[in-house]
């Protein structure tokens, strides 16, 4: 079975520019997460998606941070304009539900510069 | 609020025996634990759920007490390949979303 597939896997921009990531969660998965990743700690969750419907982006900086996910399968994330402080990992992670078992992706690593 | 990781960091020699533990200020409804090795993507090792029975597998198993909001992780005989970062995820009680709040993670060094 595949694993949940992001893309790129490394994006390198400067300040005020804009960058988007892409997630395929594993088939049949209708639950969709963004993670950010700082280096040094836990994942934080950015935005939840049960099929194409948002269940929580209450940590999603809404001003430079957007998601959708369109059609209940592949998702993106966006970032406009990019600070130093969004320098992270980027994680994609699938369930089944909500309450069951969320597998990650490779991630994306930013570097903003 | 994250949950609460102890210890921040601990060094084993290969064979020895480690508890990773949890601590919650809110009621828990599910615990699930990851491991993430440097550049890697965090994998998953168990999912504790409210009044469940303790889980494990091989050397590896994990409690939670209900109580006292908080789930240990128990690495018996510890092989090099434990080696990384763990983290603990928790799913809060009375939420209808349950994306994971992580812990800051204990790092594990595992000699030969």
């Known amino acids: 079975e595949a694993g949940v597939a992001q893309s790129p896997r490394y994006k390198i921009i400067e300040k005020r520019q804009s960058v988007a990531f892409w997630c395929n969660p594993i088939?049949?998965?209708?639950?969709l997460y963004w993670y950010q990743q700082i280096l040094g700690q836990g994942p934080k969750l950015l935005i939840q998606?049960?099929?194409?419907?948002?269940?929580?982006d209450s940590q999603l900086p809404k001003d430079r941070f957007s998601a959708e996910r369109l059609k209940g399968v592949d998702s993106t994330l966006k970032i406009q304009p990019a600070k130093l402080e969004d320098s992270a990992v980027y994680l994609c992670?699938?369930?089944?539900?909500?309450?069951?078992?969320?597998?990650f992706g490779p991630g994306t690593r930013l570097t903003v510069l | 609020q994250q949950p609460v990781q102890s210890p921040q960091a601990v060094i084993l020699r290969e064979g020895e025996d480690a508890v990773i533990n949890c601590s919650s200020s809110?009621?828990?409804?599910?615990v699930h634990w990851y491991r993430q090795k440097h550049g890697e993507a965090p994998v998953f090792l168990m999912i504790?759920?409210?009044?469940?029975e303790q889980k494990g597998h091989e050397k590896i198993s994990a409690s939670f007490n209900e109580k006292k909001q908080q789930s240990s992780l128990y690495l018996t005989a510890s092989q090099l390949s434990y080696s990384g970062t763990y983290f603990c995820?928790?799913?809060?009680?009375?939420?209808?979303?349950?994306?994971?709040?992580f812990g800051k993670g204990t790092h594990l060094i595992i000699q030969p």
């Open positions: 992670a699938s369930s089944v539900g909500v309450a069951d078992t969320q597998y």
């Open positions: 088939s049949g998965h209708a639950t």
């Open positions: 998606f049960q099929n194409n419907g948002v269940v929580d």
């Open positions: 809110k009621a828990l409804y599910s």
């Open positions: 504790l759920l409210k009044g469940g």
């Open positions: 995820g928790t799913v809060y009680s009375g939420g209808g979303a349950d994306g994971l709040t």
